[in-house]
C-alpha cells in the first residue's frame, strides 16, 4: 500500500484533529502518503482531496472540531455516488481508507468495501460513547470535563438562590454522558435514556434530598430521557408538584462538542491513528480501531455497528447511593 486517505464523517466531536494528526504522521513514518478528504463522503465524491506531510498537521493536536471539516453527505447513501467516491479513489491512487467518525460513518465505510473491495478502516470519533468495541470514543473524555465544568457553574447559582436545576446534556440513545458527568459533577438524579426512573420516584426522592437539609439541587436529564417528554416538561411537572424550590432549566446543548480535546482523548487519538493506518499496511480491512482494557484493539465494523454500548450498571448504583 503505497496512499492512504482520511476523512471525518458525521457530527464532530474533539480528537479528530489529534486523529487526523495521528493517521497522517504514521504514514509519514512508514512512507507512504496521505490525502486528506475533506468534507466526509461529500468531498470523497466531489474529488476534494489535499496531500498531507508531516509538517501539514503541526498545531492541531490541541484543537477542537476538525481540519478537515465533516458533513453528512447524502450522495454517498446512493449507489451512483458511492461509485463516484471510488472513481475518484483509483484515480487519485488511493488504497486504503480511514473513516473517523459514528456508527452511520460506518456503515457507509462497510458498504463500500463491499461494493468495490476497497479497504476501509475506523476511528471512533464521536461524544456519545454510543459505540461497540472500544471503552471510550474519541471526544467523550473531553466532553465530560466541559459537561463537568458546566455543572460546577450552574451549582454555584443553584446554590446561591436554593435553585433546583434540570440539566440537559448530550445522548439521545445513550446515557454514558450523563450518567458519569452526574456522578463527577455530584447530582441528585441522573436520568438516562436506559432507565425509566418515573416522574413521582424523581419527586419523592428530590423531597427526600429536600428534607436531609438540602437547599438546591441539580438534576442531570440526557436528551434521550424517557420519563418527560422534554426538560421543560419536566420542570413544569416538578414545578407543580413540589414546594419551595425555584426550579430551572439548563440545556447545554452543542458546546459540549467543542474545546480542546483533553489529555486522554489526544493520547487515545495518537494510538489509533497508528494502530489504523499499521493495520491498513497488514492488509486489514473492515475494522474499527477501540480501547479495549487499556489495549489498542480491532473489532469488525459490523460488530461495531450491530453492537450495543452498555451503561455501567455499577455506576448506576455509585449514583443512586451519592444522592443520599
Ligand atoms: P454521529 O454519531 O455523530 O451522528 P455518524 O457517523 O453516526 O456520527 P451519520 O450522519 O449517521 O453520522 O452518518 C454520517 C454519514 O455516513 C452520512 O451522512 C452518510 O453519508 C454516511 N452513511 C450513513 N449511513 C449510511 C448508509 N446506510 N449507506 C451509505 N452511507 C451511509
Redo the contacts with the bound molecule.
Sequence with gaps: MKKIAVLT?????PGMNAAIRSVVRTCAYHGIECLGVYQ???GLIEGDFKPMDARSVKGIINKGGTILKS???????TEEG?KKAHKQLIDAGVEGLVVI????????AL??NQEFNFPVMGIPG?I?N?IYGTSHTLGFDTALNTVVDAIDKIRDTASSHNRLFFVEVMGRDVGHIALNAGIAGGAEEILIPEEDLGLDRLVESLNRSRKSGKTSSIVIVAEGDKIGKNIFELKDYVDENMEGYDVRVSVLGHMQRGGAPSCFDRVLASRMGVKAVESLLEGETNYMVGLLDNSIGVTPLEKAIKGKSKINLELLRVSDIMST
Design positions: 464523517s458525521g457530527g464532530d466531536s466526509g463522503y461529500e458533513a453528512r453527505s447524502k450522495g454517498f447513501r458511492r467518525g459514528g456508527d452511520g460513518s460506518f456503515t457507509g458498504i463500500f464521536t456519545d454510543d
